[in-house]
């Protein structure tokens, strides 16, 4: 079908996404993040959808922002039919919104109304959600809030992390959005209005969030380590520097109660690796990685260290 789209987007998250539309429809352009310094080194380094668009030699633009006049002119002279937007991290003024015959399309990760918002896939996971899933929506001048085109649902496992749960989502996403565009643009998908009333909101996160808070309960915070992996990272003090904690599992009082009389972010040995008490059970270090050292198990941590449980 002939619909030409522009696409806009930046992470990894929104590469399937870009991928697809690629094989299935005319894609005409490509916007996308400014090319930002990245890692220890800061060296400076292109988004994944950057990368992506120059090897399928679509055009590709990166303006600060949306609001200067020529970007939305490069926008007008493109003339898409809509714009689709994935992971983009700007904010759509109305007159782009407003640009396309039919709208811009979000692919957004999670089950809308629940988590509007930057950061829906930790969300679902910090907060216990059993499933989760994306939502194919029309976007308006709201943060997430425009009308539903297509859902679809994914359960939650125990062992996903904010990294897996992102790439199974960004898979589906594409593919929900493929089965939906050609729907929606012959008038046979209408748009539906979310429920306010059940609206959710995910911040973006901050690097300070991913503190380890042992007065709360070790689910909650095992829960932590899986939502805030890759980033922002989970972490505690230890002997005055920073403790990265990659992996970890919760272990209730209700399933071992030896450690009730120790005070929360007590030291202790559980199964030859290294534990700290939580106001509800202990929680176990599977992963962990000292400041300036290599990623390493819990186990091989405590062979080089010392004083850990005293």
Known sequence: MEIRIVFMGSPQFA?????????HFDVIGVVTQPDRPSGRGRTVTPPDIKVVAESLNLPVIQPPHLRDEQTFQRLRHWQPDVIVVAAFGQILKP???NLPPFGCINVHASLLPRWRGAAPIQATILYGDQQTGVTIMKMDAGVDTG???????IPILPEDTAASLSSKLAHFGAELLIETLP?????????????????????MLKKAAGLLDFTLPAQDLARQVRAYNPWPGTYMTWQGH????????????????NHT????????????????VTVDGILVLDEVQPEG?????????????RGWSK
């Open 95 to 97: 007159d782009v919104l």
């Open 15 to 23: 590469v399937p996404t870009l991928q697809a539309l690629a094989i």
């Open 183 to 203: 729907g929606y643009v012959k008038g046979n998908i209408r748009p539906q209005p979310q429920d306010d009333d059940q609206a959710t909101y995910a911040p």
């Open 242 to 257: 920073t403790l990265k904690i990659h992996r970890a599992y919760a272990i209730t009082s209700d399933q071992q109660a």
């Open 293 to 305: 050292k290599k990623l390493m198990s819990g186990i091989d941590f405590l062979c080089g260290c």
């Open 147 to 153: 009308p539903i085109l297509s859902q679809r649902k």
């Open 261 to 276: 009389d120790l005070n929360p972010g007590s030291r202790l040995v559980h199964q030859c690796a290294p534990a700290v």
